[in-house]
């Protein structure tokens, strides 16, 4: 190469992000950075906080919440949001377990109208926000009230019998557990592990996860182009109800317990994982990987401060702070990439 050559081919590259810019660009980038701070500090106070047990505990729980998170992500990414899921994680595995404790069904078929119950809900909020044109905001807190009511009405308040099931094989394909060296795996780990392989591939690999996101950046662009927008939301309003059923279902088995209150605030809880994991609230950018990590933000967050000694009724100031910490340095991102900086 001539010197000329190098002197014309210095600027571009000059100009060009380093590898370190460009990963502190990432969205997940810094909620990455917090959850391995978040994994040091609990640790270095409480060397327990990384024992087999504690960890499984952990695990268990938090895949169950993930897997509405997981669909949240693409609800919000296409510029809506669901305020229903935690009272359709309430509701589902009441339905189920009342046709079943009834004997009105089989368990299987029992589970299957659960879920199609759910998605049925979730088709009622698309058509409400993509015909009538009320806020996701409005129509998802009805529905928040109309499926907590009927859950309380079924039940009269008391939680259902889910003993029942047993050694059944769909509650084994659901939730079995079983041992590797000291840790105690569930299935629900390979569920959530399956949702998000399936929907990150979906959002960032394929035409329809172009669409969600055109719906939600800019959806009359959207339009103009080809892409029906309604149908789009409509689909991922069914897709978030229908894993909130599902993560109900799960939950109940593993718990032994079918509670009508089951999941009250899990709503703000999931929209708050999902923000911190670097999706946009205002729509058009979302990242399923940002929201694995803030998953496990909240959760670590949530089991840590118990296990150092910090009163369980502090955990919101934390959530509240990380919540705010985590827009802000979204926002800064933003607008330096805008600026092109």
């Known amino acids: 190469?001539?010197?000329?050559?190098?002197a014309q081919s210095s600027p571009a590259r000059a100009g060009e992000p380093t590898l370190i810019q460009r990963l502190f660009a990432k969205p997940e980038f810094g909620p990455l950075v917090l959850l391995l701070a978040e994994l040091?500090?609990?640790?270095?106070?409480?060397?327990q906080f990384l024992s087999a047990l504690n960890i499984s505990n952990t695990l268990a729980f938090s895949v169950e919440l993930g897997l509405v998170a997981l669909a949240m992500t693409l609800l919000m990414t296409s510029g809506e949001f669901d305020l229903s899921v935690g009272s359709l994680f309430g509701l589902s595995p009441v339905i189920?377990?009342?046709?079943?404790?009834?004997g009105s069904l089989p368990l299987e078929v029992s589970f299957v109208v659960a879920l199609l119950v759910a998605a049925f809900i979730g088709w009622v909020n698309g058509l409400f926000v993509t015909r009538l044109k009320i806020p996701s905001f409005l129509v998802t807190l009805g529905m928040l009230l109309v499926a907590r009511g009927t859950a309380l009405f079924i039940t009269d308040g008391f939680p259902q019998r889910t003993w029942n099931s047993g050694e059944h094989w769909l509650a084994q394909l659901l939730v079995g557990d079983f041992y590797v060296g000291p840790f105690r795996i569930y299935m629900s780990l390979f569920w959530f592990i399956l949702v998000a392989c399936v929907l990150g591939y979906t959002l960032t690999q394929t035409k329809y996860g172009n669409w969600i996101q055109a719906s939600g950046g800019n959806p009359n662009a959207a339009r103009a182009r080809g892409v029906n927008v309604d149908r789009t939301k409509v689909a991922l309003f069914i897709l978030s109800?229908?894993?909130a059923a599902f993560?109900?279902?799960?939950?109940?088995?593993?718990?032994?317990?079918?509670n009508p209150?089951?999941?009250t605030g899990y709503e703000l809880e999931v929209i708050a994982m999902v923000v911190i994991g670097g999706t946009a609230l205002t729509g058009g950018r979302g990242t399923i990987i940002g929201t694995v990590i803030g998953i496990f933000i909240l959760r670590v967050m949530r089991n840590g401060i118990v296990m150092i000694g910090v009163p369980g009724l502090a955990y919101n100031i934390f959530i509240g702070a990380i919540i705010l910490g985590m827009m802000a340095l979204h926002s800064g991102l933003e607008r330096r990439n805008h600026s092109g900086n």
């Not at 189920?96 to 009834?102: D, G, I, R, S, V």
Request: hydrophobic share 50%.
């Open 1 to 6: 190469m001539q010197p000329a050559d190098v």
């Open 40 to 47: 040091l500090v609990f640790t270095a106070i409480n060397p």
């Open 96 to 102: 189920m377990w009342t046709l079943f404790n009834a």
């Open 241 to 243: 109800s229908t894993l």
């Open 247 to 258: 993560a109900g279902i799960i939950s109940s088995i593993r718990t032994s317990a079918a």
């Open 261 to 263: 209150n089951s999941g």
